[in-house]
C-alpha cells in the first residue's frame, strides 16, 4: 500500500507540473522583482486569480500577508498560501465511502470533453485491481460514438458492458444495467450519461430521470454521483459544478486533464464556492492515472514545497 500511494503521490506531482512552475517561478519573479510591498502584494494577486484560485480566495491569501506586516518573502508567500489553501479544502466534509451492497451504484456526470469515459475507465480498473467485479452501463445513448468508446474500454479492462441502440432512452439502459448488476452479484455499477443534449434544460432533466429511475431498482442507488471536470477550462468547469450540483445532487468531484494546465488552482474555487469534495485527480490517460485527493499532498504538489513526502 504504501508503495501505491508513494507511485500515486509522484504521479500527481508530475501532472501538476505546469501548475507548479507557474506558481513557484510566479512567486519568485514577483518576489524578486524590486517593485515596492504594495505594488508586489498586487502583482501576487494578480498571479494567484490568474492561476483561477478565485478572487475571494486571492484576496484573502493577500490581505493575510499584509496585515502580518512581515517582510516579504517567497518562502513567506508560498506558505501563506499553503496555509490558506488547505484550510479552504479540509473545510469541505469528504464522504466516507464504504461498499457494504451490491451493487454500488456509481452515477458518472458531465459535459462532453471532459474526460468522463476515460475516467469511468480508471475507476473500473482501480475496483479491478481491488478485486472488485465491475459493470459499466452505456448510458449517453445521445452520442453512438460515447457507446463505441466505452466498449473499447471495457475491452481493454476486461469488463462487461449493458448498453442499447444511439438514440434510445438513456434511463431504460440505466435500469436494464441495474437489473443486470442484481442478477450477476456484481460489485461496483458504473453509469456513464450524456453530456450534450439539444439544451442544458433537456440535459439537466435526463441525469435526474435517471437517479430517478436507477433509486427504483436498487435501495439507495445512486450511491455516488461523480462529476467530471477539465481543469483546463478553468472558470467554466466552476459554472458547470454549480448546474449538475443543482440537478442532480453530486456527491464528488473529479478533476480531470490537471495535468494539461497550469490553473490547477481551479480545484479550490470550487471547492470554495460549491462545497463538494474533490475525490480524484487524474493526471494522465493511462488507466492507472487516477490520484487520490487529499489537500496536503496536492497542495504541496501544487506549489513545489517539501512536505510529507512531496516536493520536487
Known amino acids: 500500500m504504501g508503495n501505491l500511494f508513494s507511485r500515486r503521490i509522484e504521479s500527481l506531482k508530475k501532472g501538476l507540473r505546469r501548475s507548479r512552475e507557474a506558481f513557484s517561478g510566479g512567486i519568485s519573479r514577483i518576489v524578486g522583482g524590486g517593485s515596492d510591498r504594495e505594488e508586489t502584494l498586487d502583482e501576487i494577486e494578480e498571479l494567484l486569480i490568474g492561476a483561477d484560485l478565485g478572487v475571494r480566495t486571492a484576496t484573502g491569501i493577500v490581505d493575510g500577508v499584509r496585515e502580518s506586516g512581515e517582510s516579504l518573502t517567497a518562502d513567506l508567500v508560498r506558505s501563506a498560501i499553503r496555509q490558506e ?16 451492497r451490491k451493487p454500488h451504484v456509481i452515477m458518472m456526470v458531465g459535459v462532453n470533453g471532459t474526460g468522463k469515459t476515460t475516467t469511468i475507465a480508471k475507476l473500473a480498473h482501480r475496483y479491478g485491481a481491488e478485486g472488485k467485479s465491475v459493470l459499466l452501463a ?55 450519461t450524456a453530456g450534450r443534449l439539444q439544451t442544458k434544460r433537456n440535459l439537466m432533466a435526463e441525469v435526474q430521470k435517471i ?23 478553468g472558470q467554466n468547469a466552476l459554472s458547470q459544478a454549480g448546474s449538475f450540483a ?19 488552482g481551479i ?8 462545497n463538494i469534495p474533490i475525490l480524484y485527480v487524474g493526471t494522465g490517460e493511462k488507466p492507472e492515472d487516477l490520484a487520490d485527493f487529499e489537500p496536503g499532498p496536492f497542495v504541496d504538489a501544487l506549489m513545489g514545497i517539501e512536505a510529507d513526502g512531496v516536493g520536487d
Open 85 to 100: 489553501l488547505i484550510s479552504v479544502l479540509t473545510a469541505v466534509p469528504r464522504p466516507d465511502i464504504h461498499i457494504t
Open 138 to 192: 452505456a448510458a449517453d445513448t445521445f452520442r453512438a460514438a460515447a457507446i463505441e468508446q466505452l466498449e473499447v474500454w471495457a475491452g481493454r479492462l476486461g469488463v462487461n458492458v449493458v448498453k442499447h441502440k444511439p438514440g434510445a432512452d438513456a434511463a431504460s439502459v440505466a435500469y436494464d444495467a441495474c437489473e443486470a448488476a442484481r442478477a450477476r452479484g456484481v460489485d461496483v455499477l458504473i453509469i456513464d
Open 211 to 233: 437517479v430517478r429511475v436507477v433509486g427504483k431498482v436498487v435501495d439507495g442507488a445512486p450511491h455516488e454521483v461523480l462529476l467530471v471536470l477539465d481543469a483546463t477550462t
Open 246 to 264: 443543482e440537478a442532480c445532487g453530486v456527491t464528488g468531484i473529479v478533476m480531470a486533464k490537471i495535468d494539461g494546465t497550469a490553473k490547477g
Open 267 to 274: 480545484v479550490v474555487a470550487i471547492a470554495k464556492e460549491h
